[in-house]
Nanobody, 120 residues
Framework: VQLQASGGGLVQAGGSLRLSCAASGRIRKINDMGWYRQAPGKERELVAIIGSGVSTKYAESVKGRFTISRDNAGNTVYLQMNSLKPEDTASYYC???????????????WGQGTLVTVSS
């Protein structure tokens, strides 16, 4: 079971990027998925969460600029980032709360970080 993140890069302030994170392996069900980020010298912080339905939650700092979504199968989560600011520069980490086949207990899986750099 793994999460594979992609889509980071270098962009000028005001630009856009779209991050993707795909889950694969023996996953029976994925509950919520989301993104955290960690800037150099700072703690990891929540960016956005999306539930198994349509419920979403955003950090105040990204509301109105970022949009989180999932594909129809529910195994891939996206983060559309618009109007990027230099303070959005960070490594972005996706996660999933899921249940494996043969288990009834939820587990947490993290993807590798993808670096987003916003130049001023």
């Amino acid at each position: 079971v793994q999460l594979q993140a992609s889509g980071g890069g270098l962009v000028q302030a005001g630009g856009s990027l779209r991050l993707s994170c795909a889950a694969s392996g023996r996953i029976r069900k994925i509950n919520d998925m989301g993104w955290y980020r960690q800037a150099p010298g700072k703690e990891r912080e929540l960016v956005a969460i999306i539930g198994s339905g349509v419920s979403t939650k955003y950090a105040e700092s990204v509301k109105g600029r970022f949009t989180i979504s999932r594909d129809n199968a529910g195994n891939t989560v996206y983060l559309q980032m618009n109007s990027l600011k230099p303070e959005d520069t960070a490594s972005y980490y996706c996660y999933a709360h899921f249940v494996r086949y043969g288990s009834s207990s939820p587990s947490t899986l993290w993807g590798q970080g993808t670096l987003v750099t916003v130049s001023s």
